[in-house]
């Protein structure tokens, strides 16, 4: 188990406080124990003395705590885990404050208090002293560790929060940009005389779209069943543009569907599927929507490139990796080979 640097738990290296609260604490410290003894300190010289044996004491138990913060804050990172995180630390501090003094009193002792007579200190005052002054380092790494959470937790927010506009406002864009509507209205032109039904049905479809657009724009994970009546409602408009050349097969066990998914994900996937891909009758573009065996969506397609494709803004596919780093541990995955274009979707099972 690799130990987490400071810069990633309290979000600063803690070298200035090390080198600015050792001497500091080592000034109280001698306070605290060598307090009624100042003027003899002074009249035999070994004030500084005194002073630098304390800096010894506190770097070694600082150092010591800090270790076993760095520890307890590699095993259990999670702010769920801060109960246990601090009672353990507490337990540990309590044990490790004894083992180190009888080993320090062991070394140190014949040489502060032989050589250089240094006065033995109330051994109650340096229990109590020695352990306030523990208590209060960790404190302070805590509430340093607490602050950086938060504030890592409100940066994610508004990163997360971003990628959601994003992807929001590409989708507008792509639905709302003169070749979509062109295509759309010219799809429709052909159906009203052509056959009125479908021309009604067309434009109830388009409703739908747009709406399921602007009502998840606050939405940061969506149930997949949802979503899927969305792409849909995409696939049909889909359809009576492309016909027979556009093949889509969407097969999903009932039990997913109350996963969560990232909103507008499979709207993006199949128009990234569809903008790079050939369709003609000669070359038919299939997409497929399943679940795998580990309980992921997969969106596949078979892989023909256009030799051209038209500029875009490349936010669809990173924007729905970006978005899934932030919400989870659990990566999506894209997989081209010769054949095919797979796109691997962890489904979550609740909204964090």
Not at 29 to 53: E, K, R
Not at 56 to 68: A, D, E, K, S
């Amino acid at each position: 188990m690799k130990l987490r640097k400071a810069k990633d738990i309290i979000g600063f290296s803690d070298t200035w406080l090390l080198i600015i609260g050792i001497p500091l604490i080592g000034v109280l410290i001698s306070i605290i124990l060598f307090g009624n003894y100042v003027t003899d300190l002074i009249s035999d010289g070994h004030l500084p003395v005194c002073w630098l044996a304390s800096v010894f004491y506190v770097t070694v138990f600082w150092l010591g705590y800090r270790g076993l913060f760095m520890l307890l804050h590699t095993k259990y990172p999670d702010a769920s885990d801060t109960t246990k995180r601090v009672s353990l630390l507490i337990a540990l501090v309590l044990v490790s404050y004894f083992i180190l003094s009888m080993i320090l009193h062991a070394l140190t002792g014949p040489i502060v208090h032989g050589y250089f007579g240094l006065p033995k200190p109330n051994p109650v005052l340096e229990i109590i002293g020695a352990l306030l002054v523990g208590f209060f380092i960790l404190s302070l790494y805590e509430g340093f560790a607490l602050y950086h959470r938060l504030r890592k937790t409100e940066l994610e927010k508004e990163v997360l929060e971003k990628e959601s506009v994003l992807t929001q406002l590409a989708s507008l864009k792509s639905q709302v940009n003169p070749h979509f509507l062109f295509n759309s209205l010219n799809t429709l032109s052909y159906l009203i005389p052509e056959s009125p039904e479908r021309a009604e049905n067309f434009v109830q479809k388009l409703s739908r779209v747009y709406r399921y657009i602007l009502e998840i724009k606050d939405e940061k994970l969506i149930p997949l069943d949802d979503e899927l009546n969305f792409l849909n409602s995409y696939v049909f408009l889909l359809k009576e543009r492309f016909g027979d050349n556009l093949v889509v097969s969407i097969n999903i066990d009932k039990k997913y569907l109350n996963r969560y998914i990232i909103p507008l994900s499979l709207q993006l996937l199949f128009e990234n599927a569809i903008k790079h891909n050939e369709i003609s009758k000669a070359k038919p573009l299939t997409i497929s929507v399943y679940i795998n065996d580990k309980g992921n969506l997969v969106v596949n397609n078979n892989l023909q490139k256009k030799n051209l494709v038209r500029q875009t803004s490349k936010l669809g596919l990173q924007n729905i990796k970006s978005r899934y780093e932030l919400l989870t541990d659990k990566l999506v995955e894209v997989i081209e080979d010769i054949k095919n274009f797979t796109v691997v979707v962890p489904l979550l099972k609740a909204i964090n």
